[in-house]
T-cell receptor, first 113, second 117 residues
Framework: AQKITQTQPGMFVQEKEAVTLDCTYD???????LFWYKQPSSGEMIFLIY??????QNATEGRYSLNFQKARKSANLVISASQLGDSAMYFC??????????FGTGTSLTVIP | EPEVTQTPSHQVTQMGQEVILRCVPI?????FYWYRQILGQKVEFLVS????????KSEIFDDQFSVERPDGSNFTLKIRSTKLEDSAMYFC???????????????FGPGTRLLVL
């Protein structure tokens, strides 16, 4: 069974607009962590943002925010004021209590000038 | 800013040969991981390592794979007898602690692109 589901294989956004990348997860663990990573065409994996399952507030890091809806098991990434350099693959990931990481299939984001 | 480094950046090998992929995790990190990403596919967890032993491994991590921390800084992944399907990008990652509040964030190296012919 899929632990992490990203339903948007590709997304387009106009420069300076905001975009939401969807992620839902599946776990029965009470304690888990949720992460978003960016993978540019060069291939490296860049950590963007973290949300712990017990965190009361949504995580924010600069232009990135995580819309955490625990009851719905969703952890959507919101990128505000998109820039051309945001064009990349974005992966949602989850760390479960057993300390295994599970990645989604990714969303390819293209920022249009 | 400290970062995870990996060598080599690219490796080409013949099927059946052994390869060793090397990683230098961030110096104060205690947990180390290997992942692979077959071209165009998602990142897959292979193994996690803590206190000089494997703490978790996936079903991908079979007997042809092994990991080692031969000294205080390096963390290696050995593939004993490579197969065509081992061709992938291999990422090393490290985290400060295994669970917690953000300190479990894994920082990835730039990857080693392995091609098995």
């Amino acid at each position: 069974a899929q632990k992490i589901t990203q339903t948007q294989p590709g997304m387009f956004v106009q420069e300076k607009e905001a975009v939401t990348l969807d992620c839902t997860y599946d776990t029965s663990d009470p304690s888990y962590g949720l992460f978003w990573y960016k993978q540019p065409s060069s291939g490296e994996m860049i950590f963007l943002i973290y949300q712990g399952s017990y965190d009361q507030q949504n995580a924010t890091e600069g232009r990135y925010s995580l819309n955490f809806q625990k009851a719905r098991k969703s952890a959507n990434l919101v990128i505000s004021a998109s820039q051309l350099g945001d064009s990349a693959m974005y992966f949602c990931a989850m760390r479960d209590t057993g300390n295994q990481f599970y990645f989604g299939t990714g969303t390819s984001l293209t920022v249009i000038p | 800013e400290p970062e995870v480094t990996q060598t080599p950046s690219h490796q080409v090998t013949q099927m059946g040969q052994e390869v060793i992929l090397r990683c230098v995790p961030i110096s104060n990190h205690l947990y180390f991981y290997w992942y692979r990403q077959i071209l165009g596919q998602k990142v897959e967890f292979l193994v996690s390592f803590y206190n000089n032993e494997i703490s978790e491994k996936s079903e991908i991590f079979d007997d042809q794979f092994s990991v080692e921390r031969p000294d205080g800084s390096n963390f290696t992944l050995k593939i004993r007898s490579t197969k065509l399907e081992d061709s992938a990008m291999y990422f090393c990652a490290s985290s400060e602690i295994g669970t917690g509040t953000g300190q479990e964030t894994q920082y990835f190296g730039p990857g080693t692109r392995l091609l098995v012919l």
